[in-house]
């Protein structure tokens, strides 16, 4: 019998590290991406966690390596008035933009024989949920189809809209591999990339009352997202931005992020990365969940191609392996959220990391 094609709904990293592997075992496969490579998507770039080990497999942290990923093995921690001196990451990132890795997978993908789509969306068509009326839910996928179609927008999340921010910069002196500010408003990231770059990268959050977020200011509002990216006059974060020089082609932004953890078997479709659900961006781990989604997809989804289960169980056997490996990390990535966003635990926290290896350690592990 010939091998069933796969549809893979999404050309991010989840959709195209499954591309990669299914093609790496002669599966027919599309991927439609509704949008365009290379480009700069609001993103860390700060790849941590157990997805380094899936791209090692997959052949793929080589290609990342040579395309100039950067080795990352220090963190440090500030608050607008307290800072903790750089400490080691118990296991090692790598960092590098999303401009050079989309890209590079879809590639990959297309030298191995996959049908890439680019610029086409595929129509997700919302239907009303009986239990549910005034919601859209988005409409089950046809056998065959994954959705990799990353996160699922939503305005407001407890009185509160999420937003992100990116932009490369140079001039920036760093004292850590990775640096990370927070705020009572949010937390920005800072490490180095690939081409001598500094990603300077946001999640902030606004009350909804307060009106708009970054989906209805004009495409250059400079003056916008530089304030927000800055920080406080006179925080460690403020100071070390102080002479950047901003790559303003690189900036763009995201807006309607939800962050409460949702299970994949809660999911009627076959879903990968982020459409399960997103990890707060602190960790550095979406990235990896994206790339371990996808590997943990490869066995059943070969199977359902060779018609060795049915469609029923691939879902539920891909979505059983998720839960299994990213439920534990999820709760205790929204517990440190929690924690760093309080203002009143702020400083504590920054002091905390500074102090005790054991809790920074733990914080580490435990969210990976
Ligand atoms: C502020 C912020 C900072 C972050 N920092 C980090 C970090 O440092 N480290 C880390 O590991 N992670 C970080 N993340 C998370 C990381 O970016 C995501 O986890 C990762 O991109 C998920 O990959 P994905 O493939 O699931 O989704 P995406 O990369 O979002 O890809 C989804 C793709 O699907 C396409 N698509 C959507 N709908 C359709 C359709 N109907 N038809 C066709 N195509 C469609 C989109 O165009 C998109 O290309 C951060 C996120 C945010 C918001």
Redesign the pocket.
Known sequence: MAAKAITI???????LTLGISLRQRDVPVTV????HYPRH????????GRGQETLSRLGLRELLERAGAVSASTAAFFSATQSSPPRSLPTRAICLSRFVMDELLANGFQMLGGELRIG???P?VGVRASACPDRLKPELQPEGVVR????RAQTEENGSRWF?L?VHARNVPLIADLEMHISPRGYV?LCRVDGGAVNV???FRRRASEGDTPQNWPRRDLRGWREWLRGQNGSPLHQRLAGAEFDESSFCA?AG?SLRPQRAAARAECC????IT?IP?VT???????FESAELAIEPLAAWSGGEISWAETRQTLAYRCDAAFARRLAWAKWLQQMMLAPSLQNALVRFVARSEWFWRTAFERTR
Request: positive net charge.
């Open positions: 709904v999404g050309g991010g990293l989840a959709g439609w991406e509704a949008g998507r609001v993103c860390g770039e700060f790849i941590s086409q969306r595929w997700v990799a179609t990353g996160r992100g990116k990231g990268c946001g999640l995201v992020i990968v990365g982020d459409a997103m961006p550095g781990n979406g990235m990896s969940m994206a």
